[in-house]
């Protein structure tokens, strides 16, 4: 079996999850037994103009962007969005809820314009065919291995689409609910492990929603733990604004 | 179990017993970790908690663990089974969950035992400690009689002040009182007492409830109840119900290979009915897609389908999933609402070869099209496979997985066997790349095919086989079986539809059965015609009524597509052909292939062990099955 050669590459994002994927030192050495890295703008200076497997961390936010991701696309068999930016829009997403306008006068007032962006800040998958994805922000490294060597098995990625409360019972955690906070668990993609909850923190939403989940239940939980509906839509919209409009059509 | 004696020890003796047994056993016990109370192991008699708080998973972790490898294996072949017994002691299980391990028990024993529970069993001593009122209000195990378990616990202490009184009910947990606890004659009195305080506090409770014996028919009736819906509304289908449940049972499968993909686990994992994937088939179809659906089998399988098979309420009322769920669905409720309208058993493992596939290689290969490939495979050892038409094998490529694949060679072929297999999941893709002299790993043959009874049934009469699709598949070990003597049946007509002329299978033989003569006729169809299709065009119930078949002493086989066997069955009924004369295999989601792991269950049958071939009348009723 000839390695498939793997490119690195980043948009939108804040390069954590391309971070974590260098952090895992041992088994990086161990990955590259059965894949060649060629292109990793975090790792090394060499680039490529052929690879058959794209990593693609960030969000598609700016028109210019789109010939580089379909460029990407062509070149590339496999695409992988990896970490909830290019995955779901991630935490940039936030403010798709307000005005071009009234996003870059919040962040450069003194010159709105400097930097060009579209009105909305989406998952690599608005611009190109994505074939995989690794969720969460950052990754879980232990995921990213799995997925990709269940592609480079032949296999499906393999990830669970059950939610966060799964994984959470299984570590025998007593619920966040109990303690009067609240959490995305129950609509939550799990395979994180319930690492949040597991550690004194709550699910913030950050691996996206499950298949299906049921919303309307979920609010009226939210609320009748306290919360009003704003405080609702602001916890759900953390990371998954444009998957809660998918939603709501 | 054929011990029952009562004997009695102090409270002192019972603590320094059980720091004594340290040095023999693992003990785990009710402890404090980072601020939760749970069943874990102690290194120090000390941390054991002596005031009960629920916890959020049952001790039944211990004997079925979240996840364990049940088979290591490397990439060149070698596999072996595994089932990690160990010696433990688990002190101060409750009623409820001792209740919960006598199901368990028996859910494991039953048919094929699975090693690696029983295994732990075997190796285990059980301490129970008895309760004389309910932990907290959402506990309700005095409403469905388990707080008086006969079994699944070695020892039971009741407290009777500064002492415990014992009941012993094995030969290890006898033998384990006697060298740790220091036991003396048991004062009756004390014990009588204990016994009438404990009944009358639960019977001040209300006590079981008045239907608790015919909760099984009541739910039978009340399939189509509004609280169904009502339920599922709420339901966030998070699964957290089954995590917690001391008698939830079913499992997944999964390979994981080693990043230097030469060796590799096969591994088994708590799944649950609650979750959407749970019943989905690798072609995609999801035979419980509504949540309304999988709310219901999950309270039916407590207080239905299997409680008529252990002949308990198989809830044992613990509380732990009210407690669980945020959206305050409760067995309580519901059954509150449907019903407004104890045997010992002996833990032994049997056979430790249940999970441990047989390598097979693979001896001839044929592209069928470009999906579907034809196998002929024989077992490395020499054995034959011994299979009725209509078994499946568990059929798996180590790192891969596994999956059921349908048998399509007839018995009598000598040592090898053949299958047909259509590319859809993570193990039927990679067997596209296959090649003869390749090897792959079976178990099997497993469930329900047409045996002889069946087989004996078809003589003399006029076989109507149905085939849709890729379902000639498995129906062809039955064809070729009856085509070596068709003067044993009155006809064998053959039905077989495709979506198009490219996608037939076995096409030469199809080719051979249309030049047969006498009693042989075959007649097929397709959605779609290609160059030089001849044939009837149209789909396959369409062929019915061409047929020319007396519906009393007639006989019809179908396999297909889902999607087929509604319109196929509701055809012949049109012809006057009875139910009771229909055989239908059914396709399902099947990790261990021997009624354990819950994935092909349709409402109280599984379809693994009662199928895949069922006698239509046994299972039209089951809203389910189709």
């Known amino acids: ?249 | 179990m054929t011990t029952l004696l009562n004997k009695q020890t102090t409270k002192d003796g019972v603590f320094d017993g059980l720091e004594r047994a340290l040095g023999d056993y693992k003990i785990a016990a009710l402890t404090k970790r980072e601020g939760k109370i749970l069943f874990d192991y102690v290194k120090d008699v000390k941390d054991i908690e002596q005031e009960y708080t629920p916890t959020v998973l049952s001790p039944k972790k211990f004997f079925f663990p979240q996840e364990e490898v049940i088979l290591e294996y490397t990439f060149d072949g070698k596999v072996t089974a595994k089932t990690n017994p160990e010696k433990i002691i688990l002190f101060g299980v409750r009623p409820c969950d001792i209740s919960g391990i006598k199901i368990l028990d028996e859910a494991f024993s039953e048919s094929h035992g699975d090693p690696n529970y029983l295994s732990k069993r075997e190796n285990s001593i059980i301490i129970g400690i008895d309760c004389k009122s309910i932990c907290d209000e959402d506990a309700f195990c005095y409403k469905v009689n388990s707080q008086y378990p006969e079994s699944g616990f070695d020892i039971m202490l009741h407290d009777i002040g500064n002492d415990y009184s014992m009941t012993i009910i094995s030969d290890k947990g006898e033998i384990f009182a006697e060298n740790y606890f220091n036991p003396d004659m048991v004062n009756y009195t004390a014990l009588a007492k204990f016994n009438i305080e404990k009944k009358e506090a639960f019977d001040k409770l209300g006590g079981p409830w008045e239907d608790l014996d015919n909760l099984p028919e009541i739910f039978e009736e009340n399939t189509n109840h509004k609280i169904w819906e009502t339920e599922a509304e709420r339901c966030l289908s998070c699964g957290s119900c089954i995590m917690v449940c001391p008698t939830c049972y079913c499992f997944d499968v999964v390979d994981e290979l080693a990043l230097s993909m030469k060796v590799g686990d096969r591994l088994r994992r708590w799944d649950a009915c609650m979750l959407r994937s749970f019943a989905e088939v690798a072609g995609g179809e999801n035979f419980r897609e509504e949540v309304e659906n999988r709310v219901k089998h999950r309270i039916n399988r407590k207080f239905n389908y299997l409680m008529k098979k252990h002949n308990q309420s198989v809830c044992v009322g613990c509380g732990r999933c009210v407690r669980a769920c945020l959206a305050d669905i409760s067995p309580v409720t519901i059954v509150e609402e449907l019903t407004k309208t104890s045997r010992a058993l002996k833990i032994e493992t049997k056979n430790n070869d249940l999970y441990l596939p047989e390598k097979v290689t693979i001896t001839k290969v044929e592209k069928f099209t470009e999906d579907e490939k034809f196998f002929e495979v024989e077992f490395d050892s020499g054995r034959s496979l011994g299979h009725d038409p209509g078994q499946f094998v568990q059929l798996s490529i180590l790192g891969i997985g596994e999956a059921a694949i349908s048998i399509s060679s007839p018995p009598s072929f000598g040592d090898r066997f053949e299958m047909v297999v259509r590319a859809v999941g993570d193990v039927t893709n990679k067997l596209k790349s296959l090649e003869e002299g390749d090897h792959l790993f079976v178990r099997g043959p497993f469930g329900h095919g047409f045996d002889a009874k069946i087989q004996k049934e078809m003589e003399g009469k006029h076989i109507l086989y149905i085939a849709g699709g890729i379902g000639y598949v498995p129906l062809r070990s039955l064809i070729n079986l009856s085509l070596k003597h068709p003067e044993k049946y009155e006809k064998l007509s053959i039905l077989y539809g495709c979506k198009t002329p490219s996608a037939r299978m076995f096409k030469n033989e199809l080719e051979y059965i249309s030049e047969m003569k006498n009693n042989v006729e075959i007649f097929e169809t397709v959605d779609r015609p290609e160059d030089k299709w001849l044939q009837h065009c149209g789909v396959i119930t369409e062929l019915i009524p061409m047929i020319d078949f007396n519906p009393d002493n007639t006989l019809a086989i179908i396999c297909g597509p889902p999607v087929m066997y509604k319109y196929v069955i509701q055809t012949l009924k049109e012809q006057k052909l009875s139910t009771k004369n229909m055989f239908v295999s059914l396709e399902r989601r099947m990790k261990c292939g021997v009624g354990k792991c819950g994935h092909c269950q349709i409402d109280d049958i599984y379809v693994c062990q009662t199928g895949p071939v069922f006698r239509f009348s046994d299972i039209e009723d089951k809203e389910e099955a189709l």
Do not use: W
Request: glycine content about 8%.
């Open chain 1, 1 to 249: 079996m000839s390695k498939p050669k793997v490119a690195f590459f980043d948009f939108t994002s804040c390069e954590g999850c391309q971070l974590a994927i260098l952090n895992l030192e041992v088994e990086l050495l161990e990955l590259l037994d059965i894949i060649d890295i060629v292109e990793f703008r975090e790792a090394m200076s060499e680039k490529s103009e052929t690879y058959d497997i794209a990593v693609i961390e960030g969000s598609f936010s700016r028109e210019k962007d789109r010939r580089r991701l379909e460029k990407i696309r062509e070149t590339a068999g496999v695409v992988i969005a990896m970490g909830a930016c290019a995955h779901i829009g991630g935490i940039n997403s936030l403010r798709n809820n307000q005005t071009r306008d009234e996003v870059q006068r919040i962040v450069y007032p003194d010159n709105p314009t400097l930097y060009e962006t579209n009105k909305k800040a989406l998952p690599i998958s608005a611009a190109i065919k994505v074939d995989a994805f690794v969720p969460g922000c950052p990754v879980n490294v232990g995921e990213f291995v799995k997925v990709v060597k269940n592609l480079v098995l032949g296999k499906a990625p393999g990830l669970p689409t059950y939610p966060v409360c799964v994984e959470c019972k299984m570590n025998e955690n007593t619920c966040v609910y109990e303690y009067g906070k609240t959490c995305l668990g129950p609509i939550v993609r799990a395979g994180c492990n319930a690492v949040c909850t597991s550690n004194g923190g709550v699910c913030i939403g950050c691996r996206g929603l499950i298949p299906n989940p049921n919303l309307n239940s979920q609010k009226d939980i939210m609320e009748k733990y306290g919360l009003n509906m704003n405080l609702i839509m602001d916890s759900m919209n953390l990371f998954m604004t444009e998957e809660n409009k998918a939603k709501e059509v």
